[in-house]
């Protein structure tokens, strides 16, 4: 529980930080309002279903990704304005960073949900699947970024972020494609020795209980 105790208090301070005095308030808001529906979800499911502490991690990670982008807007991000005249890019594209992101960390709830929950019998199309969710959740985020800047018109321009790229609907579902993909990649391995430690625990705690029983009906 200590290192869950401490990725909820870094998860607050971003949070303080990203919603004192933001570029824009209202962009804020929309940025950060999902790792705030996420954080709320993953208390309130805590007792039932509690994850693996690298999938915690990684979903902090991408909670920060978002606090930094609501703070300066996913444009103006300092030190990818930095790069971007470095390399003279044409854009800030700290929004790839957070695309790449959600592809990657869902991939990884996903993963740990379908294996632990036995979703897929079918370990072929195992990888397949959870790539084409996480391309789906993509998808669905860029609808909702379309929809929020017809509704608010200039109010949510930079919610959407295009910064004048026409392809960048396209690009971003590529990034969260690349981002499942590599999660996959990367991490598998990582989150199977959580998984498997996680079981342990769980024999341990059965054989505990199964111990105490029988001492209980002993007396």
Same mark, same amino acid.
């Given at each position: 529980m200590k290192n869950i105790y401490v990725m909820i208090t !870094?998860?607050? !301070?971003f949070l303080l930080w990203s919603i004192s005095n933001p570029k824009e308030g209202f962009t804020c808001f929309l940025e950060i309002i999902p790792a705030i529906i996420g954080a709320l979800v993953l208390a309130l499911t805590?007792?039932? *279903?509690?994850?693996?502490?690298?999938?915690?991690? %990684? +979903?902090l990670i991408h909670c920060i990704i978002l606090f930094i982008g609501g703070h300066y807007t996913?444009? #103006?991000?300092?030190?990818? &304005? *930095? +790069?971007?005249e470095t390399f003279q890019q044409s854009r800030n594209n700290y929004d790839k960073v957070g695309? *790449?992101?959600?592809?990657? !960390?869902?991939?990884m709830i996903t993963r740990e949900l379908f294996i632990r929950k036995k979703v897929i019998s079918n370990p072929s199309f195992f990888n397949f699947i959870i790539v084409s969710i996480c391309l789906a959740i993509s998808a669905a985020y860029e $609808?909702? #970024? $379309?929809?929020?800047?017809?509704?608010?018109? #200039?109010?949510?321009d930079a919610f959407l972020?295009?910064?004048?790229? +026409? $392809?960048d609907t396209q690009s &971003?579902? %590529?990034?969260?494609?690349?981002?499942? =993909?590599t999660g996959l990649l990367l991490f598998s391995k990582i989150q199977n020795k959580q %998984?498997? %430690?996680? #079981? =342990?625990?769980? =024999?341990?705690?059965?054989?505990i209980l199964i111990l105490n029983c029988g001492l209980l009906m002993n007396l």
């Open positions: !870094v998860f607050f !301070v805590f007792k039932k *279903f509690r994850f693996t502490n690298f999938t915690y991690f %990684l +979903i996913y444009a #103006e991000v300092p030190f990818f &304005d *930095f +790069i971007k695309h *790449f992101a959600q592809g990657l !960390v869902p991939a $609808w909702i #970024e $379309w929809g929020v800047s017809l509704v608010t018109g #200039e109010g949510g972020g295009t910064q004048g790229d +026409i $392809w &971003d579902m %590529l990034f969260a494609t690349i981002g499942a =993909i %998984l498997d %430690l996680l #079981e =342990i625990n769980y =024999i341990k705690k059965a054989a």
